[in-house]
């Protein structure tokens, strides 16, 4: 069965600090993984993808790294703000398909 | 203005109840879906939608129904409303082709309340 799982649930940190979320997948065939951003009342928001041939990939503050021999991928927050504060879901693309398999997310909140 | 615009966003109702949520889009793409969210759960399928004449189930298709009035409105249905079908619901489109063929745009969500 197709699975997405993350890690933690929930966390909280500090402003300027960094964390890590985890995701681990059974998908076959992988296409892709993203990870998206949902603020609370928004709909989620794609901030990176990484495909089967990428190790890491960054966007500002956001780096996402991808292990495809042990199915794991990481998003790590460098310098934590408070706008961080948000859901993180971890999506994994089924090759040759129209479905996505959605993590069921952890929840960010950085407090000052 | 949104790229992809749900509405209603929030709306109470009662068990019977017929409901309508809409979608309409300005990306310009031809796949559409709707998507379920509930506490605890990754988003689930509903239906999707690959152009106006293409409509396919989604893993939780049961008690739903949708209509593809362009490429650009895509609205979702509850015949007749029950309590656990109460949730945050979520449109989203993606190109399917070219570069971020799979890219999903979401709307804001619908969130629905059945009393």
């Known amino acids: 069965k197709n699975q997405v799982e993350q890690s933690p649930q929930s966390l909280i940190i500090l402003e300027r600090k960094n964390c890590t979320l985890q995701c681990n997948y059974t998908v076959s065939p992988f296409s892709n993984l993203r990870w998206y951003k949902q603020d609370t009342g928004r709909g989620p928001v794609s901030l990176t993808i990484?495909?089967?041939?990428?190790n890491t990939k960054s966007n500002g503050r956001y780096t996402a790294t991808l292990d495809a021999d042990t199915k794991q991928s990481s998003l790590h927050i460098t310098a934590s703000q408070l706008s961080d504060s948000a859901s993180y879901i971890c999506?994994?693309?089924?090759?040759?398909?129209?479905?996505?398999?959605f993590g069921t997310g952890t929840r960010l909140k950085v407090l000052a | 203005d949104a790229d992809v615009t749900q509405t209603p966003r929030n709306r109470i109702t009662k068990t019977g109840k017929r409901i309508m949520l809409e979608c309409s889009q300005t990306k310009g793409h031809d796949r559409m879906y709707w998507y379920r969210q509930d506490p605890g759960l990754g988003l689930q399928l509903i239906y999707y939608?690959?152009?106006?004449?293409?409509?396919n189930k989604g893993e939780i298709s049961d008690g739903y129904s949708v209509s593809r009035q362009a490429q650009a409105k895509f609205s979702l249905s509850l015949e007749s409303a029950i309590p656990n079908q109460t949730a945050l619901y979520f449109c989203?489109?993606?190109?399917?082709?070219?570069?971020?063929?799979?890219?999903?745009?979401f709307g804001a969500g619908s969130r629905l309340t059945v009393l």
């Open positions: 990484m495909t089967f041939s990428e």
């Open positions: 989203a489109t993606s190109p399917g082709t070219g570069t971020g063929a799979n890219v999903l745009t």
């Open positions: 999506v994994v693309s089924v090759s040759g398909t129209y479905k996505y398999i």
């Open positions: 939608s690959f152009d106006v004449k293409d409509i």
